[in-house]
């Protein structure tokens, strides 16, 4: 019969007694070796394991370990982590989101990929000049994976990542965000009498998952650290916690991984992959980064002279189309215009016509516009004061195409 080996950890030290051997029936004699103690009379002068410091106590048929309980518990309390408390500002603003009613809760994942994208293009800037940044990690580019039996979203990039001081800063106070200019929106909005659904139009970054999420991790690696951090909270919380991650498993070469733990309502919806792979083609689709998905597929294959067709799981591009406003209308080819056209508005015929052109002043814009090939088969459609045809982009990012007739 093995030895049993169990650990209680107590205000006062414990003491575990293991048989130093085991006497068969037969009279044969077996050492007891045990992976939890040293060989070669290692326990004279005593041992550590697992950060645990042991003492042995000889008795006449036995080995007696002493363990100092109190080395035991500072390591348990190191691994719940350290407690920050919100600035008030971020705690007025999770608030808002929490018990506020938003049309548009999708615009979460919006969020998300901006700053995704902006973690990126920081990295590929900074590389410039720091090379070494760069390392191993692989190429740059976002990953999104959705899991519908446990109701999660997972948003992975390889950016520049952040160090602990970083956290603080960026997911803690408010000098990091687009918070300020929102809170004020919002009261600028809520004082007009007007509808308080802004955070279509002034994006409030991070804190924008707590529209779906009951709880939100964050595990960040920084290329200018050693060591990997985990950022933790509650949708309902007024504080957060951050830790050191020491497992192996959980390492990230670089970069930034957010996982949204989604409330009950919102499950089924939010942790469905095609509702996902929608929601990034619709608002991130000219991102510069490419954005992979977690998409089932299927695909054919031959079992004894017949086919079948199975299901797998795999990574799918989703942002093909390349945002052509952005280039020179003298650089850009008339296929690239229908082509353009026909991906953005599902379009299967060429447009009548198009013209590419750029606004300088105090405010500045680029701008394709299309006449479609064909008129609209409702004549409502016509004379509609508002369109969804008109889409408004900042920095590659959908904003909005609610619009009044007045454009």
């Known amino acids: 019969m093995a030895p049993v080996l169990s650990r209680s950890l107590v205000s006062s030290a414990s003491f575990i007694s293991l048989s130093s051997s085991i ?3 037969n009279n044969t004699v077996f050492n007891l070796r045990s992976v939890f103690l040293p060989q070669n009379n290692g326990l004279r002068k005593g041992f550590s394991c697992s950060g645990l410091k042991w003492k042995p106590e000889k008795r006449i048929d036995k080995i007696s370990v002493r363990c100092e309980a109190a080395v035991a518990e500072q390591e348990a309390a190191d691994t719940s982590g350290e407690k920050f408390e919100y600035q008030a500002e971020v705690s007025r603003l999770l608030d808002l989101i929490v018990h506020s009613l938003y049309s548009h809760k999708e615009v979460f994942l919006r969020e998300l990929v901006s700053n995704a994208s902006d ?6 800037f900074l590389s410039v000049t720091e090379p070494s940044l760069l390392g191993d990690a692989g190429d740059l580019e976002i990953r999104i994976r959705s899991d519908l039996d446990n109701g999660t979203i997972t948003v992975t990039d390889t950016g520049i990542g952040m160090t602990k001081e970083e956290l603080v800063d960026c997911l803690g106070t408010i000098a990091q965000s687009g918070t300020s200019k929102f809170l004020k929106a919002l009261k600028e909005n809520k004082d007009a009498g007007a509808d308080n659904g802004l955070i ?16 939100v991790v964050v595990s960040t690696k920084s290329p200018k650290s050693d060591k990997q951090y ?12 951050i830790k050191e991650v020491t497992d192996p498993e959980k390492m990230l070469r670089r970069g ?15 942790s469905d992959a095609v509702r996902i792979q929608g929601l990034v083609k619709n608002y991130s689709q000219f991102v510069a980064f490419p954005i992979y998905t977690w998409v089932e597929k299927s695909r054919t294959v031959e079992e004894t002279k ?3 067709t199975e299901k797998y799981w795999d990574w799918e591009l989703a942002n093909e189309t390349k945002p052509i406003w952005m280039r020179s209308a003298k650089e850009v080819e008339k296929d690239e215009y229908q082509e353009f056209y026909k991906k953005t508005f599902n379009e299967f015929l060429d447009p009548l016509a198009y013209t590419h052109f750029t606004t300088e002043g105090e405010v500045e814009f680029r701008s394709v516009l299309y006449i479609p090939g064909m008129a609209p088969l409702n004549n409502e459609e ?3 004061p508002k369109t969804k045809n008109i889409r408004l982009y900042v920095k590659r990012v959908f904003i909005s195409d609610d619009f009044d007739g007045e454009l």
């Open 256 to 270: 930034t991984e957010i996982t949204l733990y989604l409330k009950e309502d919102d499950k089924y919806e939010f």
């Open 119 to 124: 973690a990126l293009d920081k990295l590929r």
């Open 306 to 308: 017949k086919t079948k």
């Open 23 to 25: 006497r068969h029936p």
């Open 382 to 384: 016509v004379i509609n």
């Open 200 to 215: 279509g139009q002034f994006g409030v970054g991070f804190y924008s998952a707590f529209l779906v999420a009951e709880k």
């Open 230 to 241: 985990v950022w933790e909270s509650e949708a309902e919380s007024s504080s957060y916690v």
